[in-house]
């Protein structure tokens, strides 16, 4: 089984600001690793996957996130955030194992961006 | 492509009813997943179908069941209503082969109990 934690569920920050969402995984099996962003009456949006390779990922809306096995966990940044940025971010893993996908995700953290 | 669609968006039902929620995958997508999004207990997963069979489940009751056709659309039912079922049900696609991972989600069904 998996468990995801994200260890900050509110995150407030200036606009132009960097920030920094923390997420770490529990798992007795390899995973995958993805961030989803999540607008006001909207579904989830892809930001960016983890599935092998270099541990820096990039993603969509200048977003990029760092794997460490070592530590278990995928923090989320963005050296400059805009309020557009202003949603809810979701950390998900999925087992590399089988054929059925599974996503389990964390809570969530809303990161709110202000002027 | 278009993405995913979820019908309807919006649903307001009575306690001990039953209702259908329907969902259209991504084009060439044969995996579509169901996901219940609650305040109180986050996102959780409902269960997977592939080619028309359901792959994995999640740890739900009976209640709530979900078919595939043949055409890769999805729906799911829950039946016998209950004023705990009010949340956001997303559907989610994906290739569904043995290196697809990656799961894109449609608006979602907002499901009012009532």
């Known amino acids: 089984a998996q468990s995801v934690t994200q260890l900050d569920s509110q995150v407030p920050v200036f606009e132009e600001a960097p920030v920094e969402l923390r997420c770490n995984y529990s798992s007795s099996v390899s995973v995958y690793l993805f961030w989803y962003v999540q607008y006001p009456n909207q579904g989830l949006q892809l930001l960016l996957k983890?599935?092998?390779?270099?541990?820096l990922v990039k993603g969509i809306n200048g977003f990029e996130a760092e794997f460490n096995k070592s530590q278990t966990s995928f923090h989320l940044r963005k050296p400059s955030v805009h309020i557009s940025d202003t949603a809810e971010y979701f950390c998900?893993?999925?087992?590399?194992?089988?054929?059925?996908?599974?996503?389990?995700f964390g809570s969530g953290t809303q990161l709110t961006v202000l002027p | 492509k278009a993405g995913v669609t979820q019908t309807p968006r919006y649903l307001i039902k009575t306690r001990g009813q039953q209702v259908t929620l329907s969902c259209s995958p991504i084009?060439?997508?044969?995996?579509v997943s169901w996901y219940q999004q609650t305040p109180g207990q986050g996102l959780q997963f409902l269960f997977e179908y592939f080619s028309e069979t359901q792959r994995n489940k999640g740890n739900f009751p009976g209640r709530f069941s979900g078919r595939q056709f043949s055409n890769s659309r999805s729906e799911m039912n829950v039946s016998t209503l209950e004023l705990g079922d009010s949340a956001l049900y997303l559907c989610?696609?994906?290739?569904?082969?043995?290196?697809?991972?990656?799961?894109?989600f449609g608006p979602g069904t907002r499901l009012t109990v009532t």
């Open positions: 989610a696609s994906s290739l569904g082969g043995q290196s697809s991972y990656e799961q894109y």
């Open positions: 983890y599935l092998s390779g270099s541990t």
């Open positions: 084009s060439g997508h044969r995996s």
């Open positions: 998900a893993v999925s087992a590399i194992s089988g054929s059925a996908r599974q996503l389990t």
